[in-house]
């Protein structure tokens, strides 16, 4: 059986509404026989609201208590986006960020993962297909809960597919990367692949810039996708191409 990785992002999941569509996502996933990881990001603008209620407490809003009241948005997501899937007839199992073994290194809000519970992902999808784990919050070397930095589930999603194997799929409120924000700029094209040189250069803005240099340093590719498979691009050793251009080298080195 083989193995994905499905981020669905914050813009994706704007409420409890949307979660029709991220069922029919992680569906189109497993009708493949696929083992599918789902990263989860918190609902529409609710990681900004936990961080103003922080701030109207103590204006710094620094430390671990900022980051335990931050990590409830991706908890309270990700454990809907279980109850959806059971409600639909896909068994999931939920792994908090301590239970997947999702360990950090670096200040509390903005922190690196350095390491996975392999043993205990490899022991759930022994029993059940779907995998479901909050994005954006990990446990620090003492056990504290951290962040990963603003859009850090990114970072959660490429580090899963890296170290337990699989395709990445980064679901956005954007078809693809572009060479310029398409909101703003009507000849903004959409990229089919693309290096993670190029993604680094203009793809901060729809992808975490630490996931980019992690999915970099790591050769390891991914896809930029909006829901109902439309467009996207693949981000990895691949040449630039646009859409509506005609491959001409495959595979390149970066």
């Given amino acids: 059986m083989s193995r994905c990785v499905l981020k669905l992002g914050s813009s994706v999941l704007g409420?409890?509404?949307d979660l029709a569509t991220a069922t029919t996502e992680i569906a189109r996933s497993f009708a493949g026989r696929t083992e599918v990881i789902v990263v989860v990001s918190a609902f529409?603008?609710?990681t900004d609201r936990l961080f103003a209620r922080a701030r109207e407490v103590d204006g710094a809003a620094r430390g671990e208590a900022v980051a335990r009241l931050v990590a409830t948005g991706e908890s309270e997501a990700a454990a809907l986006v279980t109850l959806a899937l059971g409600a639909a007839g896909i068994p999931a199992a939920l792994l908090d960020p301590a239970e997947a073994g999702l360990r950090t290194r670096g200040p509390s809000l903005d922190g690196e993962l350095v390491?996975?519970?392999r043993a205990r992902?490899?022991?759930e999808f022994a029993r059940t297909p779907v995998v479901v784990v909050p994005g954006y919050v990990g446990r620090g070397a003492c056990g504290e809960t951290t962040l990963l930095g603003r859009g850090g589930s990114d970072f959660?999603?490429?580090?899963?597919a890296g170290r337990l194997g699989g395709h990445c799929t980064l679901l956005k409120d954007t078809d693809g990367l572009y060479t310029a924000d398409p909101r703003g700029d009507r000849a903004a094209r959409r990229f089919v692949t693309a290096s993670w040189a190029t993604a680094l250069a203009i793809g901060g803005g729809v992808v975490q810039e630490k996931a980019l240099h992690f999915a970099a340093a790591s050769r390891l590719e991914f896809a930029i996708?909006?829901?109902g498979g439309r467009g996207g691009t693949r981000i990895g050793a691949l040449e630039d191409r646009l859409a509506g251009e005609v491959p001409t080298a495959g595979r390149v080195r970066a």
Avoid: I, K, M, Q
């Fill in 121 to 123: 992902f490899e022991r």
């Fill in 115 to 117: 390491g996975c519970d």
């Fill in 15 to 17: 409420g409890v509404a």
């Fill in 225 to 227: 996708a909006a829901p």
């Fill in 156 to 160: 959660t999603a490429l580090f899963l």
């Fill in 44 to 46: 529409g603008d609710t």
